[in-house]
């Protein structure tokens, strides 16, 4: 009884876990990101420039000795880079992919809270009307009565699609 | 035809009583004209002596009264000054409240910032809460939520403080705006009553001094007057003289008189011709009714003066 209630609580917390998604502002529209694929927060701090990259990647940072490239995600959804205030953080998010995980920092223009968005409360992504290509959201979760953008971080950040567009650039 | 004794006789006594009349009658109106005269005199006195003292007094009254307004005027003004230099002092605190003032807004921004790294911290302990599995994670999570809930106080706190600091700040502002308009205002407001006391006074001052003056003057001229007057007194005294002269003409006129009447008795049949004729001629060439009563013998007394004729 009482290990059948443990397992059953574990599941729960699993499934609580999995519900997890940390909310951040990019222009006027708020975003989540399921909380599992996010490492940690840092407070800004210019990335380092390197040369030869896309608009959207900012640079890189040093995390604790790994090089991590700093992706812009304004720029990144076509729309002009924010100017970095001091509520500007560097989120920093691991993608899993079929071709290994990649871990990048994401530039965005506040982080407001971790929040639990059951999957009841999630619609899925519209057809239209979005101002971020639908293939990268995976749903509209309903917090407080309005609507947040949860992102498919895997897809945004595929490294492969953006070697695509980074060599297109390149080519241009 | 020469007139003969019995004439004198009747017309001389007549001619002395005449001549009696005019100069009791001059001597009468002599007297009265002195006796005015003298009445002048003694008002004119009496009207400088007032002028003197209440000229005198009144220009020393004057004088101190204006003192004594100065004095309390520029005590006014005094009073205005403190007030003013008070404000300027009012003006010197509130500005170094402002300094503080500026200073709790940083401390408000310090808390907001505090808040905005806790809120990070609460974050990065709730992604790792997450990341971490089962009761420990969850444990931590509660934590995290918590501290999460306190930078959300704080933070609404630290805006507040701001918020709050910045009406002070606004409100120490106009304060201090509106109160150095005021200085400047008082500080013409000053400068004018200064300036106008300062009018006043002086128009006083010289409204007193062409009051003082004119009674001078004024006191000159009646004493000129009454130099005059006493003069013209003592040439009056000329009736003396002339009384004592025409008294003495009266006396031989009737002693004459007395004489002819003595020395001629004998000739008294003769008067009624030339004499009569003589006295008719003479009440004939009378011009006044007192010269006619007196030539009738009657008394010369009770003359009303008649209303002068001007012709």
Redesign the interface.
Known sequence: MAVESMQRT?AA?ERH?QN?Y?TFMLGRETFAVG??S????L?YEAPTDVPMMPPFVRGIVNLRGAVVPVIDLSVRFGRAGNPTT??T?IVIVETCTPEGSQVFGVLVDA?N??LEIAGTDIEAPPNFGTTVRTDFIKGMGKVRDRFVIILDVDAALSVEDMAALTSATILQ | MMPTDSVFVAALPILAKQIENARQQSEDAILALSTRFRGLVTRLDGAMAASEKGSGDGGRDLGNAMADGRTQLLTVIDALMAIRDSRAALITEIRSLNAFTAELADMGKEVEMIAFKTNMLALNAAIEAAHASGDVGRGFAVVANEVRQLSVASRTTGKCIVAKIEVITTALNSIVGANEQAVLKEAAAVKASETRIGNVLASFGGMTEKLLASAQEFRGEGEEIKNEVMESMVQLQFQDRVGQILSHVVERIADLGARGAASGGEAADERDGAADQYLADMAESYTTEEQRRIHLGGPAAEVAPQAAEFF
Do not use: G, W
């Open positions: 574990s917390a876990d997890q940390l909380i599992l996010i490492k940690e927060i407070e001091k509520k953080c982080v809270e971790v």
